[in-house]
């Protein structure tokens, strides 16, 4: 693509642009009125269309252009922006570039608003806020983002999303503690990543610190989140904690 310029990023990904397909997103990532995802706009791509134009122009993409697309209107022009700050924080990190990797991460928590979906999130927190903290030895941004008095449901899941990178660095004590704050969210959406997030724990072998969470929390945990929380141990242990919380 040679220099790659906002202009020659934007250009190439709406070339692709399926209106049909568009429709389609429109209805799976919840636009309507009320809605998660009110008013986003997409364009109709599809996640390998987008990662060819991010593997073609990130190299040649300055930090500063990146966090233009991610203002875009565009669902899809938001995340090739994304996905091309990954690429700069995990190019950074195999260069020990810590002052980089620090600049990239405040860029990407300042444009908070733009992470307005759950792909968007979950396609860039993890590699890039998840790294920064288990680096950093720092979660104090993200444990105040948890804090649905003062942040919104994205930045929330921004924050427990991350856990994944602690846990595999034996942190696991941090997805819990975001996991509980989320108990009592109204927000489907929260509940199904803190119980991703906790079914992580479970993966990577913190099975007894996961059922001693369950053991305090089982009452009070919205299903969905039990559920993903469950979904790797046998069908008669799920049963078990299912039965533990319709006992309320």
């Known amino acids: 693509m040679g ?26 990532f919840k636009t309507g009125p009320g809605e ?40 899809e022009v938001r995340l090739c922006g994304l996905l091309i700050m990954v690429e700069h924080y995990l190019r950074a990190m195999k260069w020990l570039d810590l002052g980089y990797m620090k600049e990239i991460f405040s860029t990407y928590t300042s444009m908070h608003p733009h992470i307005n979906n759950w792909d968007l999130v979950d396609l860039s927190a993890i590699k890039i806020v998840g790294n920064h903290e288990w680096i ?36 696991p ?41 369950l053991e305090e929390n089982v009452k009070n945990m919205p299903g969905i989140m039990l559920s993903y929380a469950c979904e790797q141990m046998s069908l008669d242990e799920r049963h078990d904690w299912q039965s533990k919380r319709k006992t309320v």
Not at 44 to 72: C, F, H, Y
Not at 148 to 157: A, I, K
Not at 184 to 208: F, I, N, Q, V
Request: aromatic letters at 10%; charged letters at 25%; hydrophobic letters at 40%.
């Open 173 to 213: 004590e941090v997805c819990f503690n975001r996991a509980k704050v989320l108990l009592s969210s109204p927000h489907d959406l929260l509940h199904k990543a803190g119980g991703w997030m906790l079914r992580e724990t479970w993966k990577k072998g913190y099975r007894t610190d996961l059922r001693n969470f």
């Open 36 to 75: 998660y995802g009110e008013g986003d706009v997409f364009i109709g791509l599809r996640n390998p269309q987008i990662r060819m134009v991010v593997k073609e122009a990130w190299k040649e993409t300055e930090l500063a252009d990146a966090a233009t697309l991610v203002i875009s209107p565009f669902h």
């Open 3 to 28: 220099h790659s310029t906002v202009t020659d990023i934007e250009s190439a990904l709406l070339s692709m642009a399926d209106e049909r397909h568009a429709r389609q997103l429109l209805r799976f």
């Open 136 to 171: 950093n030895y720092d979660t104090s941004l993200m444990d105040e983002w948890i804090n649905p008095e003062r942040h919104t449901m994205w930045q929330q899941r921004i924050s427990m999303v991350s856990t994944w990178i602690l846990t595999r660095h034996n942190r």
